[in-house]
């Protein structure tokens, strides 16, 4: 049987260990992300502006 004390410092490890692995993911998909990032130089797609009057999800503030 484990006392109380015993099991909160199982408990807080194993959560630093959550901690630990959730940055290394983040780290991971961050390097992956700017891996699939086009060049902005090369970006020549443009979202057009929608027509006076019409808002669009497109829209700043919108």
Known sequence: MTTRAEELSRLWEWSEN???EVAALSDAIAK???EDLPDESDDK???PASPPGVR???DIGG
């Open 56 to 58: 669009s999800e497109n």
């Open 18 to 20: 959550i901690r630990e």
């Open 45 to 47: 797609e443009t979202i």
């Open 32 to 34: 992956l992300a700017a």
